[in-house]
Nanobody, 117 residues
Framework: QVRLVESGGGLVQAGGSLRLSCAAS????????MSWCRQAPGKDREFVAR???????TYGDSVKGRFTISRDSAKSTMYLQMNSLKPEDTAVYYC???????????WGQGTQVTVSS
């Protein structure tokens, strides 16, 4: 059973930084992809970033240049470094994993990020 656990969320002032982590267990994560998505109150879930097994990264337009996705394969952990945070980044951030280089099959429980103005 694949399990994804996010951590690192919290309250930060606009312009600040946070680093989210996603610890994966119960599956083979040397292939496929892992992603971050977020959902703000009253809005649809939004794609944030993805990293494939080969290290290729993709970002949503709203976070390009501010967020960086990375992973430590030895630890089966994925990270999201978030800099220059804005109030509109406030959301629950979810970790997802897929056996393909796109899409989502497994989800974590989410971690809240709140950016105050």
């Amino acid at each position: 059973q694949v399990r994804l656990v996010e951590s690192g969320g919290g309250l930060v002032q606009a312009g600040g930084s946070l680093r989210l982590s996603c610890a994966a267990s119960g599956g083979t994560f040397s292939s496929g992809s892992m992603s971050w998505c977020r959902q703000a109150p009253g809005k649809d879930r939004e794609f944030v970033a993805r990293i494939t097994w080969s290290g290729e990264t993709t970002y949503g337009d709203s976070v390009k240049g501010r967020f960086t996705i990375s992973r430590d394969s030895a630890k089966s952990t994925m990270y999201l470094q978030m800099n220059s945070l804005k109030p509109e980044d406030t959301a629950v951030y979810y970790c997802a994993a897929s056996p393909a280089t796109f899409g989502y099959k497994y989800w974590g429980q989410g971690t809240q990020v709140t950016v105050s103005s």
